[in-house]
């Protein structure tokens, strides 16, 4: 059982860059959600989706993207990446209610 | 919209020592209260909850909260700590949002620093 799997685990944008990190989970999770963690800011929710075909925006939405083509898959894409989007991302998977979340291991981005 | 605030962004106990991570949070209904801990270069992952009944929560490695409604707390206790214990830990709280969906709200953290 893999759980929550995130890639890449690293990587490194140029201003204007784009990209995608993915997000996979195997545990049949309708709740899907993206944050970025920073120093002294705790963990800001970005995106999330209650299944598939359904998204809406959290705290921080802005230069970022997510779609949901299936229950297992949550990518979130960043169009043309900014220095202030250098993070620690992580995405999080719970089932529909108030349940607990499960946590991937998180993906670090850095944007020159 | 709820907030959560955890009091102090670091605490430093002895090991052996008791340890008080402090979380509040603001919700106008009773909410679904969660304690996280990362250890370094690691995601979240889940050290207790409280949903509903008993107020005392019993987590894993001997952690346990207490939900007090009328002072809207859920702090974190271990009466003796460890060096393992040495982490980040968050609050959460997940409220009933618009829409119908539970989204949580995550403190900003407070790192336990644990001397030998």
């Known amino acids: 059982n893999a759980g929550v799997t995130q890639t890449p685990k690293f990587q490194v944008l140029k201003t204007g860059q784009s990209m995608t990190l993915q997000c996979a989970q195997d545990?049949?999770?309708?709740?899907m959600s993206w944050y970025r963690q920073d120093p002294g800011m705790g963990l800001r929710l970005i995106h999330y989706s209650v299944g598939a075909g359904i998204t809406d925006q959290g705290e921080v939405p802005n230069g970022y993207n997510v779609s949901r083509s299936t229950t297992e898959d949550f990518p979130l894409r960043l169009l043309s990446a900014a220095p202030s989007q250098t993070s620690v991302y992580f995405c999080?998977?719970?089932?529909?209610?108030?349940?607990?979340?499960?946590f991937g291991e998180g993906s670090r981005l850095t944007v020159l | 919209a709820q907030s959560v605030t955890q009091l102090g962004s670091h605490v430093s106990v002895s090991e052996g020592a008791l340890v008080l991570l402090r979380c509040n949070y603001s919700?106008?209904?009773?909410?679904?209260l969660f304690w996280y801990v990362q250890y370094p270069n690691q995601g979240l992952q889940l050290l207790l909850k409280y949903t509903t009944g008993a107020t005392l929560v019993k987590g894993i490695n001997g952690f346990e909260a207490e939900f007090k409604k009328s002072e809207t707390s859920f702090h974190l206790t271990k009466p003796s700590a460890h060096m393992s214990d040495a982490a980040e830990y968050f609050c959460a709280v997940s409220e009933l949002a618009s829409g119908g969906s539970y989204i949580p709200t995550f403190g900003r953290g407070t790192s336990l620093i644990v001397h030998p």
């Open positions: 999080a998977s719970s089932y529909y209610g108030p349940g607990e979340l499960f």
């Open positions: 919700s106008s209904v009773p909410p679904y």
């Open positions: 545990m049949n999770h309708e709740y």
